[in-house]
């Protein structure tokens, strides 16, 4: 069984800076490309940003490029994401996911196990 557990997020100003982390247990963490995903109140879950199993290939979605920074490293079995400039648009739950093989991925239907989210809320 894989357990994913997201910390960091917070109530930040526009423009503010949040560090999130997604801690992994029960699989090979360094085999697996990750993402991360957001939900905000009344829309479906998005894509944000994924990361390949060995942090070569990184790809955004376009609204946060050059603000988001995903990385990993793969001895603390931690997956991170460095978010700067923050936007109101930016509120929302965030998820870690773990991803069926070591390739990075858009889609959903590619994570095959999700942490439990944490609130990120931007005040204007």
């Known amino acids: 069984q894989v357990q994913l557990v997201e910390s960091g997020g917070g109530l930040v100003q526009a423009g503010g800076s949040l560090r999130l982390s997604c801690g992994a247990s029960?699989?090979?963490?360094?085999?697996?490309?990750m993402g991360w995903f957001r939900q905000a109140p009344g829309k479906e879950r998005e894509f944000v940003a994924t990361i390949n199993y060995s942090g070569g290939i990184t790809v955004y979605e376009d609204s946060v490029k050059g603000r988001f920074t995903i990385s990993r490293d793969n001895a603390k079995n931690t997956l991170y994401l460095q978010m700067n400039s923050l936007k109101p648009d930016d509120t929302a739950v965030y998820y870690c996911a773990l991803g069926r093989n070591s390739g990075a991925f858009r889609l959903r239907s590619n994570y095959v196990y999700w942490g439990q989210g944490t609130q990120v809320t931007v005040s204007s």
């Open positions: 029960g699989r090979t963490f360094s085999s697996y490309g």
